[in-house]
């Protein structure tokens, strides 16, 4: 069994932007977890630390539109762990807005399309499926960008999570275009910038099993997908730089899900060379 990484911090490389001082979430002393709990998860991040580099990981939380119950459960659970939401913008109540300020100060919000509405005429769920009339989609990603920014102000970020994480390709040119500088849809990016003058940063686990039984995937499928974006980026396979980005929905987040990621929380915050990023980090928006 590998032994805790002392001074971990000294001489690392980290993978994604750079930690702001104290900006950590540490457990504890009596909240440490046990080593031989998640084995895999800590030998990953041993790894990193050995290599002199952090891992970085970002949250993502979609389909927010007003202060709830299960929000604010999602929110308790996190903590001090940034959670980026993703917010329809059609749909969003005013009071989410001074609910979010005083809740969680920390979190950050980004535009989840227009009215999260399906425009594709396959089975593949889209709002900006290619076949789409350009000039409606840009009234569409204009007027979610204008919405959010009156609410929410500076807390709002020029970045699109499209619903469904789809977004057609031949669409990228109209996001500069409406003042949305960045993009997040899912699985590791192919470039850093897709398209001139927009950055994007995925999500490559989702919490949800929305083809079984729309609940938890497991532990286990969580873990795997967590593990393998996390060695292909320490073996140069993916963008070392994007950081591993988990997806959740608060409305459907089972005792499973909320179980996991009070785990997950406690274990990447106690090591010392895994950081969790806000998403101003994600998207260099700083």
Do not use: Y
């Not at 002392?6 to 930690?19: C, K, L, S, V, Y």
């Not at 001074?98 to 979190?107: D, E, F, K, V």
């Not at 929305?210 to 393998?228: E, P, S």
Request: hydrophobic share 45%.
């Amino acid at each position: 069994m590998k032994q805790p990484l002392r001074n971990p911090r000294a001489n690392q490389r980290q993978d994604g932007p750079h930690p702001a001082a104290g900006d950590r979430n540490q457990s504890t002393p009596g909240e440490r977890t046990n080593r031989t709990d998640w084995p895999d998860l800590f030998g990953e991040l041993d790894r990193w630390g050995e290599a002199g580099r952090v891992a970085t990981l970002w949250w993502r939380d979609d389909d927010a539109t007003a202060p709830n119950e299960r929000l604010d459960r999602l929110l308790a659970i996190a903590g001090a762990v940034p959670v980026t939401l993703a917010v329809i913008p059609a749909a969003a109540e005013p009071a989410l807005a001074p609910w979010l300020a005083s809740r969680a100060p920390q979190a950050v919000v980004v535009q989840h399309g227009w009215r999260h509405t399906n425009h594709s005429d396959d089975r593949r769920k889209s709002e900006f499926p290619a076949a789409r009339a350009p000039a409606a989609v840009g009234a569409d990603l204009a007027a979610g960008h204008a919405r959010l920014g009156a609410l929410f102000g500076d807390r709002a970020l020029a970045v699109l999570a499209p619903p469904w994480n789809r977004f057609d390709e031949r669409f990228l040119p109209l996001l500069a275009d409406c003042g949305i500088a960045a993009l997040s849809r899912r699985d590791p990016r192919g470039a850093r910038c897709p398209a001139e003058g927009v950055v994007e940063a995925n999500i490559h686990v989702d919490l949800v099993a929305w083809r079984g039984d729309r609940g938890f995937v497991g532990k286990g499928a969580a873990l795997a997908g967590i593990l393998a974006h996390l060695q292909a980026r320490r073996r140069g396979a993916v963008d070392a730089a994007e950081p591993t980005g988990i997806l959740t929905h608060h409305a459907v987040a089972d005792c499973g899900a909320e179980a996991f990621l009070r785990a997950l929380c406690r274990r990447v915050g106690e090591h010392g060379a895994a950081r969790w990023l806000d998403g101003r980090e994600v998207f260099s928006l700083t």
